[in-house]
């Protein structure tokens, strides 16, 4: 009885998992650019030892964070204790976040939990600042180092690679 509750309680627990990417963030200053809309958050970033930039498109974003804690206080962050690091995008398994967002929208009369099986919560902690959303889906490219970064010209990118 005792280990199923332990075993309940560990599948509750976040779980941090990375995302497979080809981006490589620089770790000194990737002087991070966040732009969002109502339905996209795009964040661009500097890559390491590359003359590019990497690009990650946040699909059907419905909520973001970007900010605090810096690469030296990453440890009081409330993932630190499942899995989070630095440098990595990452997949909040279990989010709290999520489940907090889901609970305020059960006062919609229409509400239905089941509706929204498709979004994730994503985490990217950088040098100086964090970025975390709650999106359906994402998807990455290579920028040119200095393009304007436009949402027109981020939407353009995405939209010539057929994304």
């Known amino acids: 009885m005792e280990q199923a509750k332990v075993s309940n309680l560990q599948e509750r627990n976040p779980a941090v998992v990375p995302v497979p990417t080809l981006l490589r963030c620089e770790t000194g200053s990737p002087d991070p650019l966040l732009i969002q809309t109502e339905g996209d ?3 661009t970033f500097s890559l390491y030892e ?10 059907r974003c419905q ?8 690469n030296e206080a990453l440890s009081g962050h409330p993932l630190y204790r499942f899995g ?7 997949l909040v398994r279990n ?5 907090e967002i889901k609970k305020m929208n ?9 509706l929204h099986p ?3 919560h994503y985490v990217f902690p950088l040098h100086d600042s964090t970025f975390e959303c709650i999106a359906a889906s994402h998807d990455e490219l290579k920028i040119p180092e200095h393009m304007d970064l436009s949402i027109a010209n981020l939407e353009a990118q995405f939209a010539i690679l057929g994304r």
Do not use: C, M, T
């Open 41 to 43: 958050a795009y964040l």
């Open 50 to 59: 590359e003359r590019e930039r990497g690009a990650i498109r946040f699909k």
């Open 63 to 70: 909520s973001a964070k970007f900010g605090y804690p810096n």
């Open 84 to 90: 989070l690091i630095l440098y990595d995008l990452q």
């Open 95 to 99: 989010s709290p976040w999520l489940e």
């Open 106 to 114: 059960r006062v919609h009369r229409s509400h239905d939990d089941s």
């Open 118 to 120: 498709h979004l994730n």
